[in-house]
């Protein structure tokens, strides 16, 4: 029996996060509709708490736990994203908090994590399961996990992402045809796809992926949740889930139109065009959606486009190499 | 007689500009707000149409004239972000634009004139005289000259950055205690201190300028404009005015505070913060205020700050170069 997720979850995510996370502004900028020919809205999470919407999930789920959970601290695995989130929100709560991550995650996000009062466990991506790190230690402990995406709170607590990003539009007068969002597990735009359906039923959602980590266009295809081969590789660190969580796939099988694959070209390409015209630092997991409109892979003339930046923690080394490719 | 530019002006420009200028948004940042130990509110206008505030003074200017004078066409001087929004309002109202740069300025404002429509006459910036070259285009073509701010209608333009910056914040029941503005001829400096004055009368708002082009500065210990020696050099290609406005120091003069400098080693440093924390791309001319809090140029503990990120129009190499020092 699978754990449902309502808009009132949400709503209620909201109210917890008022002071916690930043509500991010909804973007506007000349060069990219001229580029798209169409009009283009950017929820940049990038400029989120911790520079990820993660905070958003980490915190609705920190701050249910009871006293005694709390008491025992939580454990939780992730590529840096979720590692951050999981770590404020401790720091804010007073939760101790033990996060496994990849040791060939970017620097950053390591250090941030540390920064944030995380204790960071690492492990080799390609040799060593995560999963199984984690619970053992959570076992060890008695701590809670706090798993990055297949979670009713996790996924409430994304899906704020997608409540605020319908109010201003709808604010703004233009509510969108269509909403293209970052994919890993499916935590942000599952949980984002339940808010904006309930707030614009007949808008077109998206989920972008990778092109080697296109767990979830697979699983649409198959009607069922696949596992793709572990000789896979993608810029997106954020992005490499083998395979979409079962609340997460239910929501999206559910919920949305379809399902993008770019290009780690395509993610460089985005990632130059935000510092040339946005303005904005996005990591390459950030810059999926942005890819996938700059390259066509749906059609944008004339019409509506909302794009989430999911997040922007990318070492300065890897910047610097894509900004001076050429065009 | 110096003409004066009142509230009302200010709030017509803000009409004028409605679907032309972004309202940018007021921003927060926690790593921000830990490193000052006090609150900040970030006003972006790196994110604005062209990347900078400029276009707000532009369109107000370029707007008002009568079809006579916008049949000839205009022509100004700038180092680039002025150019940019003199091409992109020009553009936008049908008017044809020239625009004399200096022939070092970065190559992306240069070419973003260029694709806007604007036609660039370049100069040596330190051998050469923008304003005669200007003046003798101008003169050939019965063209009006757009200043790039001693003029009530680019004064009154750019300021409405304060007066977005003043009703955000009381909305968000941030009031600052206090506001940082880059400062080149104080175009900005001044328009805002005209809006954030008559919305907040006893904030205390600052100009920053850069080490070396200390113009505003100098001119407020001597109670008079004072001119800077040609030899001076700086990283921020967009504040090396040598001497402030009439106009805009006679404003300057009467609502601000007082003046701050920053060097290029702190102006770089915060470029790098952006960068790292705040995830957005900064010009060095952009980044003065932000340099002036990280480096301690006033008191921020316990109070609210805000500060105005003016641009974002950096060139890669040089951006790829500071974001590779050492902290």
Redesign the interface.
């Known amino acids: 029996m699978v754990e449902t997720v309502s808009i009132a979850d949400i709503e209620k995510a909201a109210a917890r996060l008022e002071g916690v996370s930043?509500r991010t502004?909804l973007?506007?900028?000349?060069e990219l509709d001229q580029a798209v020919g169409g009009k283009v809205l950017i929820k940049?999470e990038?400029?989120q708490?911790t520079?990820s919407f993660k905070i958003r999930g980490a915190y609705n789920r920190l701050s249910q736990l009871t006293d005694e959970q709390a008491s025992n601290g939580v454990v939780a695995w992730s590529s840096g994203n979720h590692a951050q989130g999981v770590a404020a929100a401790g720091a804010m709560l007073g939760i101790q908090t033990t996060i496994v991550m990849p040791e060939d995650a970017p620097r950053?996000k390591l250090e941030n994590t540390k920064r944030l009062g995380g204790e960071v466990v690492t492990y080799d991506r390609y040799t060593g399961d995560r999963e199984v790190i984690a619970k053992q230690i959570a076992a060890e402990r008695s701590a809670e996990l706090v798993p990055s995406y297949d979670h009713p709170h996790i996924i409430a607590g994304q899906g704020t992402v997608g409540l605020e990003l319908a109010a201003d539009a709808i604010d703004m007068g233009l509510p969108p045809d269509q909403v293209l969002i970052p994919c890993g597990g499916g935590g942000l735009s599952s949980g984002s796809a339940l808010a904006l359906k309930s707030r614009l039923p007949n808008v077109d959602i998206y989920a972008v992926e990778p092109e080697d980590f296109d767990d979830t266009a697979r699983s649409f295809a198959a009607n069922k949740r696949v596992r793709i081969d572990d000789t896979a590789r993608s810029i997106c660190d954020a992005l490499q889930t083998p395979m979409p969580g079962e609340l997460t796939f239910e929501i999206n099988e559910r919920l949305l139109s379809g399902v993008l694959t770019v290009s780690d070209a395509e993610v460089r390409a985005a990632i130059r065009f935000a510092?040339?015209?946005?303005?904005?630092?996005?990591e390459p997991g950030g810059a999926v959606a942005l890819a996938a409109i700059l390259s066509g892979k749906l059609e944008t003339r004339g019409l509506t486009t909302a794009i989430v930046l999911s997040g922007?923690n990318i070492d300065?080394d890897l910047?610097?190499e894509i900004?001076?490719e050429p065009n």
């Open positions: 930043i502004p973007l506007q900028n000349v940049p990038c400029l708490v520079g950053a510092f040339k015209n946005l303005k904005l630092v996005v922007g300065v910047f610097a900004q001076a």
